[in-house]
């Protein structure tokens, strides 16, 4: 399995990576991971590549999630899969109001909820966002591959 999940924070990508690993076992990369330095700053783009393409090496069976179609555009060349997850920005706001604490993340509990704010307001421009991070960019990425591809609109799809 080679599975790349592409969509909006709070859009199941994370929930979805782990029911997918619970039936068949993979590695996993969430993005996050490779596109930041310490804080919001994020890495040179060619860095984040780079240790995408370590960990696509270092692992036959894998998943990779995130909402950087930069990072993305890159790699999808590697992936036998793309599901675009785009349950809408309601269910993504609600998604991330119930989100538990992410110590990967966050220092604790209290810095993530203190953070909810800020994540919701970058949720709700999703649909008009002309970066990397947004709809418009993600549904080109998504049209553009040739591979075996769907769109998830409805969490009750994520099984």
């Known amino acids: ?3 790349i ?7 199941g990508k994370s929930t979805l990576a782990r029911r997918v ?6 590695a996993c990369l969430s993005l996050d991971e490779v596109a930041f330095l310490a804080g919001s700053e994020r890495r040179r783009l ?3 590549i780079a240790d995408v393409m370590r960990f696509i090496s270092d692992n036959e069976s894998w998943i990779i999630e995130g909402c950087y179609s930069d ?4 790699i999808l060349p590697e992936c036998e899969e793309l599901i675009f997850l785009n349950p809408g920005v309601e269910t993504c706001i ?3 109001r119930a989100r538990p604490w992410e110590p990967e993340k966050f220092d ?16 709700c421009a999703y649909e008009t966002r002309s ?12 049209e553009s591959f040739n591979g075996k591809k769907r769109e998830l609109n409805y969490s009750s799809e994520y099984e």
Request: hydrophobic share 35%; proline share 0%.
């Open 1 to 3: 399995m080679k599975l």
């Open 5 to 11: 999940l592409l969509g909006n924070a709070g859009s």
């Open 21 to 26: 690993i619970a039936k068949q076992s993979a």
């Open 46 to 48: 060619e860095d984040s």
């Open 71 to 74: 990072i993305i555009e890159s």
């Open 94 to 96: 609600a998604h991330c």
């Open 108 to 123: 604790s509990q209290e810095e993530q909820d203190d953070n909810l704010h800020n994540l919701i307001e970058w949720v």
């Open 131 to 142: 970066d990397e991070y947004g709809l418009r960019r993600h549904r080109a990425l998504f």
